[in-house]
């Protein structure tokens, strides 16, 4: 979650806690909407904290999940 709250923070300049709230907002509005298998999906993701010994790290596998989903919904990624 930290590395996606710093992502929004480079991206918009938005202060911490602000960011914070935005990401918050994000991930349950894409909970509410989607499969529940995906935002079981997204809660793994964001309990993995980051790199979670993967070598993958939180960013790269939302982006990963975000092109996927895309694919499903039938939309450009």
């Known amino acids: 979650m930290n590395e996606l709250i710093q992502r929004v923070i480079e991206r ?3 202060p911490e806690d ?3 709230m935005a990401a918050d907002t994000v991930l349950g509005f894409l909970k509410e909407r989607l499969p529940g ?3 079981a999906q997204i809660d793994n993701l964001m309990n993995s904290g980051g ?3 993967t070598g993958a790290g939180l960013a790269e596998k939302a982006a990963g999940m975000g092109s996927n989903l895309g ?3 039938g939309g450009r990624h």
């Open 12 to 14: 918009t300049g938005l």
């Open 71 to 73: 694919d499903m919904l």
């Open 37 to 39: 298998p995906v935002g």
């Open 18 to 20: 602000k960011a914070m």
């Open 51 to 53: 790199n979670g010994g």
